[in-house]
């Protein structure tokens, strides 16, 4: 059972939380802004460049990630 005082899990899993919400809010309402005013194909498009963005993001928490796990093993 974890300990319920453990703060920085907290922090950890409310910042995610917060990273995730961020880019969905991004995904929804710029996807809809855009199929609002030019329509289904522009839409398409923008959501091709948000979700090339993400996988940038993507790639970059998984370097990171590498670096700490390999820093934690020294």
Same mark, same amino acid.
């Given at each position: $059972?974890?300990?319920?005082?453990?703060?920085?899990?907290?922090?950890?899993?409310?910042?995610?939380? =917060?990273?995730?919400?961020?880019?969905?809010?991004? =995904?929804?309402?710029?996807?809809?802004?855009?199929?609002?005013?030019?329509?289904?194909?522009?839409?398409?498009?923008?959501?091709?460049?948000? %979700?090339?963005?993400?996988?940038?993001? %993507? =790639?970059?928490?998984?370097?990171?990630? =590498?670096?700490? $796990?390999?820093?934690?093993?020294?």
């Amino acid at each position: $059972m974890q300990d319920p005082t453990d703060r920085r899990r907290h922090a950890a899993a409310t910042e995610r939380n =917060l990273i995730l919400g961020g880019f969905g809010l991004a =995904l929804l309402v710029g996807g809809l802004l855009i199929w609002r005013f030019w329509g289904a194909g522009a839409a398409a498009l923008g959501l091709v460049c948000m %979700g090339g963005i993400l996988s940038l993001f %993507g =790639l970059l928490w998984l370097v990171l990630k =590498l670096i700490e $796990m390999a820093g934690r093993e020294r």
